[in-house]
């Protein structure tokens, strides 16, 4: 199983500084959407020119103009690049042409979903690399969420996934048994007063479960 990063930062001078504590330990360098809002794809470029040898992750969420918004990061860098669940079919089929155009992936992140496992079937048959399981701060704040939800929703697809939200090294074992093909930690990383370590100590508790 993979271990990315989504470095939640405003600044790529701030992202690449996260980049570079946890490269070591991790598989994926996830720019968060909050940073490609606010430095535009200039970030992918810096992050993958940075780190060629890591797969580089846009967290776009596009939920239009599929084809226009992953060319537009592919030619950035990315290596991955997300489009919503939610959005239509034809918004995830043009995603995945551009990626086959680059031969690159398109990631579909099931936030806001109702039903994450059938959706996630549904936009696997269009070509997607894998689908996110994505549990966001807002909704990880709401009464009765839980982590096992998302375990449960992932295993229930029968399609490859990865789990986003509450991902720490006291859970990613969690992640791994359930078959995810990634864990995505974000907070459990970027918050910690040593990144590296923290990043560390989720590889070493994936290597040991």
Known sequence: MQLQFAIDTLSTETALELAAAAAPHVDILELGTPLVKSAGVAAITAMKEAHPDKIVFADLKTMDAGELEA?????????????????GDSTIVGAVAAAKKHGKGIVVDLIGVPDKAARARE????????????????????????????????KASGVPFSIAGGVKAATVAL????????????????????VGAAAAEIRAAIDAA
């Not at 997607?128 to 009765?144: I, P, S, T």
Request: glycine share 12%; net charge negative; aromatic share 8%.
């Open 123 to 154: 936009v696997t048959e269009l070509g997607v690399e894998f689908v996110e399981v994505h549990a966001g701060l807002d909704e990880q704040a709401e009464e009765g969420f839980t982590f096992d939800t998302l375990l449960d929703e992932g």
């Open 71 to 87: 060319d537009m990061a592919f030619q950035a860098g990315a290596d991955l690049v997300t489009v919503l669940g939610v959005a």
């Open 175 to 194: 992640v791994k048994a359930a078959g995810a093909r990634v864990a995505v930690a974000g907070s459990a990383i970027y918050s910690a007063s040593d």
